[in-house]
């Protein structure tokens, strides 16, 4: 079965990176779209970067130029590097696999989830 578990969180003060990674297994981790997401309690969950399986990328506005999402498909595994953090980033951060490969987006569907890792960012 589709397993997700993601590690790399911690606390951090603004202005301070972290890199998240979520290691892959159950299924063939180059076929499918991948994704980052965040939430606070509250709020709306909400999707922070997806990588297709061509390698493409999409980000959130709120993080463009600050985060990067990327992964190894040798090692089944999925990476957020988060630099430049700010409060606002402190969240519960979960990574995701879609249903699609290609043409992914942060809209897409996303049904396996991992259980999260906490991200908080002082300042």
């Known amino acids: 079965q589709v397993q997700l578990v993601e590690s790399g969180g911690g606390s951090v003060q603004a202005g301070g990176s972290l890199r998240l990674s979520c290691a892959a297994s159950?299924?063939?981790?180059?076929?499918?779209?991948m994704g980052w997401f965040r939430r606070v309690p509250g709020k709306e969950r909400e999707g922070v970067a997806v990588?297709?399986?061509?390698?493409?990328?999409i980000y959130a506005d709120s993080v463009k130029g600050r985060f990067t999402i990327s992964q190894d498909n040798a090692k089944n595994t999925l990476y957020l590097q988060m630099n430049s953090l700010k409060p606002e980033d402190t969240a519960m951060y979960y990574c995701?696999?879609?249903?699609?490969?290609?043409?992914?987006?942060?809209?897409?569907?996303?049904?396996?989830w991992g259980q999260g890792t906490q991200v908080t960012v002082s300042s």
């Open positions: 995701a696999r879609s249903t699609v490969g290609a043409y992914c987006n942060i809209g897409a569907s996303f049904p396996y």
């Open positions: 990588i297709a399986s061509d390698g493409s990328t």
């Open positions: 159950g299924y063939r981790y180059s076929d499918y779209c």
